[in-house]
């Protein structure tokens, strides 16, 4: 969804949908700000720049992120819970779960 929201072609899309569901699923980070980074890392190197974590767009991007989670990081603290398979994880961004966050990250 957040690779959709930020224009990436279709092959980024299914990169970053496997990547952040991957770290997301696991509870220990967000898949999304994962996601996000690369997205951005990809669009960087695509137009001739180099990357690195504290790049001023990975920078922003930590930013804007965390001003929406009151500084946390772990997906299960985020959302207070675990999920319990892929179809889970995605009925709840279906239905609505971390907007703020994804809209967040999508105008980096």
């Known amino acids: 969804m957040l690779a959709q929201k930020m224009g990436a072609s279709d092959m980024h899309t299914i990169m970053a949908a496997g990547f952040a569901g991957g770290i997301g699923l696991s509870g220990g980070a967000c ?3 994962g996601a996000a980074i690369w997205l951005i890392g990809m669009d960087l190197l695509r ?3 180099k990357f690195a974590f504290q790049a001023p767009h990975a920078v922003d991007v930590i930013g804007k992120f965390t001003k929406c989670t ?6 299960s603290k ?3 819970r675990k999920f319990k398979s892929m179809q889970d994880h995605t009925r709840y961004l279906r239905d609505g779960g971390c907007a703020e966050i994804l809209g967040a990250l999508a105008t980096a």
Do not use: M
């Not at 009151?70 to 997906?75: Q, R, V």
């Open 31 to 33: 898949g999304a700000l």
């Open 47 to 49: 137009k001739g720049n």
């Open 70 to 75: 009151n500084y946390e990081f772990e997906c």
């Open 78 to 80: 985020i959302v207070r």
